[in-house]
Each structure stands twice: as structure tokens, then as C-alpha cells.
């Protein structure tokens, strides 16, 4: 479940790495380190803050039951207890909140959280009521599979921001052809249309206790007898949100104080061309000053 930003499982690397990235379980984890010319790991590493990146791996219908409470204590934390010694966990979207259910329930030097969700109630009453009947639309059909395919993430994606999709379009027709701002287009396009499809269960969760019920903004969210929030993290916590995030608007953040607001979009934060002077050089401030003094 664990590799570096080279490829290398946990067990391949000479030492436990100090930070470990929790990506969502909806789109494929490389988004963090997308290739040689754009890697926040791959940067970190340079920095002399090696990193691992959590792949969540292949789901089929026995996954069924996993939601983002089985993700976090049977998959995340036995594998960060397994590491020896506390890290820094950083969380990218639903990952942030995986990430915080398990610094919940074990020390961690310290936890970040990019671009995560947490107020569901935030989100314009109209766009909570589209879902819902979206979902309600999709879910006999993802109950017999199993599955929630890719496809119905990518229906509520779409329906965000109509005009924002096309005009992302646009000007990609107007790149020049083969050029590194093209091939950067396909790539991040490839990245956001793919990606394993997610257990029945957390698709559920998703529609129904976050985004009908708000669950984790009004407090309710407990796993394994815990309320999961900022306030119990069991170490310093930051957060980077957007102001510009058509996925995670502002409002829906978790709002921890101190926060850092960037102008960059939900995925431009952390692969736009100003990520490598915006969110990487903060993010690795952050993580230094919670390092042991040498």
C-alpha cells in the first residue's frame, strides 16, 4: 500500500519515510506524484523530506462493505503503526479525512489537509439536493454491483461547474499541439477520468451521511467509539484549502485555524504551475517545524 516517490514499496526503502500521503480513494493516488516534471513528493525528496504515497490498490465487489471508517483504522492505521514511530500524514481531499480519523486515534507529528471536505453543508442547498437525487438514481444499480463506477463520480464532477468545463476545453484547443502545456492537459485529464471505481459502502456514506447529512460538519462522525474532528487530532494540524475549489468550495472546509487560503483550484494547488512556489515550499515549512531540532 506504501510506495516512495520512485516506485519503491515500504519494503524495498532503507528507512520508514517521515511524511506519508493519503490520496482519495476517488481518482488514481498519482496525482501527488504525477511524473518527473511535477512531483510534490518527488520536490519533498529533494528537500530532504522523503515521503511515501498510500495506493489504495484494486476494488472489486468483496470490497463492498469498505467505507472511509475501514479505510482509515483496518487499511491506514495498521499500516502507520506498522512504520515504528509517528509521522507526518498528509491528506489530499477524501484522503484528508482518512487521514484525520486515523490521527485521531494515534500520534502523529503532525497532519496537513489539502483541499479536504469537511462542512458538507456548505455546499449550496440546490447542489446537496442534485446529488442526492443523483445518487438515488445510480444506487440500485451500484447495491447489486457492488461498485460505484467511475462513471457516476464523473456525472457529479461534470455538473459542478458547466461553464468551467468547457472552458477548460477551450483553452486547451487553443495550446499549441505536442506542447508541455498540452501533454500536462492529457495528463491531468487522464488522471481525473480514471481511477478505480469505490465500494458500494462508501459511495453511500458519501451521498447519504456527508453530503445529504452532513455528518462530520455537525460533529456525528464516530469511528471505532471516536468523533472524529480538528479538535481530536492527536497532533498540530494544518490546513491548505482554496478559494477558487469548484470541488471543495471554501465553506465546506474544515476551517482550522490558521489555515492557508491559496488562489489556485481543487487539483491547480497542488500540480498548477504556481504549486511549486505556493503550496509545496508552505507544505514543507510546515512539516520542518514540526521536525526534531538536530
Not at 17 to 43: E, K, Y
Not at 65 to 87: E, F, S, Y
Not at 153 to 170: C, D, I, R, V
Amino acid at each position: 500500500m506504501l510506495r516512495s516517490a520512485a516506485g519503491l514499496t515500504l519494503e524495498q526503502s532503507a528507512t520508514s519515510p517521515p511524511i506519508v500521503f493519503v490520496p482519495s480513494p476517488i481518482n488514481a493516488p498519482h496525482v501527488l506524484d504525477m511524473d518527473a516534471d511535477c512531483s510534490l513528493m518527488g520536490w519533498l525528496g529533494r528537500q530532504d523530506l522523503p515521503s511515501a504515497l498510500v495506493d489504495w490498490g484494486t476494488t472489486t465487489p468483496e470490497h463492498r462493505d469498505h467505507d472511509l471508517d475501514h479505510l482509515a483504522t483496518r487499511l491506514l492505521l495498521p499500516m502507520l503503526q506498522a512504520l515504528g514511530r509517528p509521522v507526518h500524514l498528509v491528506g489530499y481531499c477524501l484522503g484528508g479525512m482518512i487521514a484525520m480519523a486515523a490521527a485521531c486515534h494515534i500520534e502523529v507529528r503532525s497532519l496537513t489537509l489539502i483541499a479536504t471536505p469537511w462542512h458538507f453543508d456548505g455546499y449550496p442547498a440546490k447542489r446537496r439536493e442534485e446529488l442526492t437525487a443523483m445518487w438515488q438514481h445510480h444506487r440500485p444499480a451500484c447495491e447489486a454491483m457492488g461498485l460505484v463506477p467511475m462513471e457516476v463520480m464523473q456525472h457529479g464532477f461534470w455538473t459542478l461547474s458547466p461553464a468551467k468545463l468547457m472552458e477548460k476545453y477551450l483553452k486547451f484547443a487553443a495550446m499549441p499541439e505536442g506542447s508541455a502545456a498540452a501533454r500536462r492537459f492529457v495528463a491531468v485529464e487522464d488522471w481525473a477520468n480514471g481511477g478505480e471505481p469505490l465500494p458500494f459502502a462508501l459511495g453511500a456514506q458519501l451521498f447519504e451521511q456527508l453530503y445529504r447529512d452532513d455528518r462530520s460538519g455537525s460533529g456525528d462522525w464516530i469511528v471505532d467509539g471516536i468523533r472524529v474532528g480538528p479538535d481530536a487530532v492527536r497532533g498540530p494540524i494544518m490546513e491548505f484549502a482554496s478559494a477558487s475549489d469548484a470541488i471543495v468550495p471554501l465553506a465546506c472546509s474544515p476551517d482550522v485555524p490558521g489555515r492557508e487560503v491559496l488562489a489556485s483550484g481543487h487539483v491547480g494547488m497542488v500540480i498548477g504551475g504556481s504549486a511549486p512556489t505556493t503550496l509545496w515550499p508552505m507544505l514543507r515549512r510546515w512539516i520542518s517545524s514540526h521536525e526534531p531540532s538536530t
